[in-house]
C-alpha cells in the first residue's frame, strides 16, 4: 500500500486538505503528485508537539536549533521546480524536521539528506522511520559540500539560503539534472533559482523572492 492509503486518516485531515487546496488554487502549484503526496503526509509529525494544531497553517514554524519547518507552499513549490518523475535520485540538503524528504521520498526512487545539526536529523530519521519511509538516506555534514560517493544526482534541493551557489553541487548534478536553491547576499532574504543542467552548460532562472535561514558551511555562510 502507497503513502496515501497508509496515512490519509487522522484528526488533521481536513486542515491538511485546506492547506493542499490552497497550495493549489492560491498559490497555483499544479504538479498533481506534488498535491496528493502533500495531502497524505502529516505534517503535523514533523513539528513540535507544542505547534500541532498550527501545522496547516500558512508560514513557517520553529524547530529545534533555532531552525525552521519551511512554509508549505515552499516546499510545495520547489518541489515542483524539480520536475520529479519518479525514477530520480534527489540529494536534499538542509533536512531539518524531516518534512521535506518524507515528501520527496514518496516522489522519487532514492532521497540522500544532508543535516548540519546532528539532534534535527536523528529526530528526522526517527519520523521517517515511524512513517515507514525507507528510502531516505541521511548524514551529518556540511551539505555545501554535497555528498560525492553518491553523485550524480538527478536533482539537488537546498532549504537554506547562501551567498552564492556552491561549486560541489553544481559538479554534483547530472546533465538534465534540476537543482532549486535560495541564493541572496542577505543571510535573510533570498531569490529562489532553478538551475538546469545541460549539455552545453547551465541554465539559470530566477523564481522569485523568499526567506530561508542561513545556509552555514564551506560553500556558504562561514
Ligand atoms: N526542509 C526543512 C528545512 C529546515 S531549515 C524543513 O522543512 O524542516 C534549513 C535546515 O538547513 C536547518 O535544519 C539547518 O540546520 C540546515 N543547514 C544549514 N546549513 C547547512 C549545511 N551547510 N549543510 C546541511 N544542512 C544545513
Known sequence: MGIAGKMAMDEFQIPRLKMVERLRDHYKIADHRVLAVMNAIPRHRFVP?????QAYKDNALPIAGGQTISQPFIVGRMTELLELKGTERVLEIGAGSGYQSAVLASLVRKVY??????????????KLRELGIGNVSMRVSDGTNGWPVYAPFDAILVAAGGPEMPQPLLDQLEIGGRLVIPIGSDPKRQDLVRVTRTEKGLDQENCGPCAFVPLIGEHGWR
Open 113 to 126: 539528506a544532508v543535516e548540519r545539526i546532528e539532534g534535527l536529523a536523528q529526530k528526522a530519521k526517527e
Open 49 to 53: 508537539e507544542a505547534l500541532r494544531s
